[in-house]
């Protein structure tokens, strides 16, 4: 079955340590994107890809770090810079040409720094 | 970024049609009209899209007001499993073609047995 893979689903960090979250995607996507959401609001965006080696900003990235190395895979680094990490971690892919292609979402990984 | 207003809750009969409205003033000609949806602890998926035309598909239909400054999504008949937060989005197109969604709080959708 073609999706989008994120693990683990639950994380625990002690505060001051960096930690990544994975993302794998086999729907020959281009793009890929990773949104923060925290407790009764939307997601907001923190990272996106439209190809390999190549990745912008979103709207919050500060504390954040990511890489692309293969189009399937999209990992999110949460940095001890990040003043406040705990919260609900979504990955997403979508083509990237025609008209509007729907986003495709993780199951998501819930981070909690202590 | 273009925004949408949603009510933050509603309230719906199992069975029955429900009509979730979204305000989007501020759309320019060529937004597209996002829904997603969103159980509790999951990710969001993909619910249906439109630009102009009304649009149907085996989830819900999307009518889009002729000056489409407003929009509704209509499930013809809730089940307990549409109970969801569900986000009008409009579509913005980052450099490169690729779509940044913007989401907002979305609508609380409880459906009642």
């Known amino acids: 079955d073609g999706g989008i893979t994120q693990s683990p689903k639950y994380l625990f960090r002690k505060e001051g340590q960096n930690v990544t979250l994975s993302c794998e995607q086999n729907l020959n996507h281009d793009a890929m994107y990773w949104y923060r959401q925290d407790p009764g609001q939307g997601l907001r965006l923190i990272y996106y890809?439209?190809?390999?080696?190549?990745?912008q900003k979103g709207d919050i990235a500060e504390g954040y770090s990511v890489s692309r190395e293969k189009k399937e895979s999209f990992p999110l680094t949460v940095t001890s810079a990040q003043k406040n990490p705990t919260a609900f971690y979504l990955c997403?892919?979508?083509?990237?040409?025609?008209?509007?292609?729907?986003?495709?979402f993780g199951p998501g990984t819930r981070l909690t720094v202590t | 970024d273009a925004k949408t207003t949603q009510p933050n809750s509603m309230e719906s009969n199992e069975e029955e049609p429900v009509h979730l409205p979204c305000n989007h003033s501020?759309?320019?000609?060529?937004?597209?009209i996002h829904w997603y949806r969103q159980l509790p602890s999951q990710g969001p998926e993909y619910v249906i899209h439109g630009l102009t035309s009304n649009v149907n598909n085996r989830m819900a239909s999307l009518a889009i007001a002729e000056d489409r400054k407003s929009s509704t999504l209509i499930l013809h008949r809730a089940t307990l499993r549409d109970a969801a937060v569900y986000y009008c989005i409009l579509r913005d197109v980052v450099k490169g073609g690729s779509e940044k969604l913007v989401f907002g709080k979305g609508t609380k959708l409880t459906v009642n047995p």
């Open positions: 890809s439209q190809i390999v080696n190549d990745f």
């Open positions: 997403a892919s979508s083509r990237t040409r025609g008209s509007s292609y729907e986003q495709y």
């Open positions: 501020t759309i320019s000609g060529t937004d597209y």
